[in-house]
């Protein structure tokens, strides 16, 4: 079984082969970053026009390199939601298109249950059942993950999203877009201690995020004092060191609270380092969770990709989860609307 998947729900053209025996055997992709910058985010209309000149040239050169002629596809997956509705339509018309040509079946493809089966791409892929942290730019929650298609929410934000939280503090202490890596990088220079700032709702039971106060808090720390470069290096770092520690605390309730004993972070937050590490370090010494285990998707399949798409559509695909000749494209789509695949 081998598919091409696409993903344009935001502002990455991508596009990938996996194949069921031989693994991912291509995968390209088309970051718009350089073309959204000037702007200070994305910017809908250009997203969907750019997707709609890079695509095409990307499933060619993706299938070049997977050696991989359209009559040796079984299917065709795209990501149908949720996402920006016009970035996502130009993805769902070019898939659609390219499985009527090619008498092939297509699926749509949930994007957030792309980012939660990215770990299965890696060599050691996490069990079933487990946790999962499912961090980006508009998505914190905790996921019970019992197979592929069943998911329960445990917790989510209030508010604003984790990945928010870090490009809204970035654009208050002057950094480009995007923020959130710029804010990592910056707080490599920070020193800890130096600034303390709110760790949202950790007073409270449940599974619950909020991150909108941080932001207040960041801008009355870059009010204070005059904001000098090892200022706004120190502030980076409390702001990081803030919106992780609420993570990893609330990661930490979850395995409680379930009593499982492995957690997956995914979703484009979890490519930060220092979450990476602060996580796997408390998930180790979790106490009654001796065998506790955090896995993690290879950084490049962290933030937006096709290979995530591919693995949701390729096992869809396989279960005879096939769709009717519509395009089908969604702004919002709740992800426990979705059918399970097998027992």
Known sequence: MRVLAIES????????????????????????????????????????RDHVRRLLPLVRTTLEKAKT???????????????????????????????????????????????????????EPPPFPHVALLVSGGHTQLIEVRGIGQYQTLGETRDDAAGEAFDKAAKLLGLPYPGGP????????????????????????????SFSGLKTAVLQASREQELTPQRKADIAFAAQEAIVETLVAKSLRALEQTGLDALVVSGGVSANRFLRDRMTEAVGRQGGHQRARVFFPRVEFSTDNAAMI????????EAGQLETLAIKAQARWPLESLSAVGP
């Open 9 to 48: 729900s935001c502002d990455e053209s991508a596009v990938a082969v996996l194949d069921r025996q031989k693994g991912l055997l291509a995968h390209e992709l088309f970051s718009q970053i350089d073309l959204h910058r000037i702007f200070g985010g994305v910017v809908p209309e250009l997203a969907s």
């Open 69 to 123: 002629r359209p009559a040796e596809l079984d299917g065709v997956a795209y990501t149908a939601g949720p996402g920006l509705i016009g970035a996502l339509l130009t993805g769902a018309a070019l898939a659609r298109s390219l499985a009527y040509a090619w008498r092939k079946p297509a699926i749509g493809v949930h994007h957030l249950e792309g980012h939660l089966l990215a770990p299965l791409l890696e060599r």
């Open 182 to 209: 710029e804010l990592a990088k910056l707080a490599t220079g920070g020193k800890t201690g130096k600034i303390k700032l709110p760790r949202p709702m950790l007073d409270r039971p449940g599974l619950e995020f």
């Open 310 to 317: 591919a693995v949701a559509g390729l096992a869809r695909i």
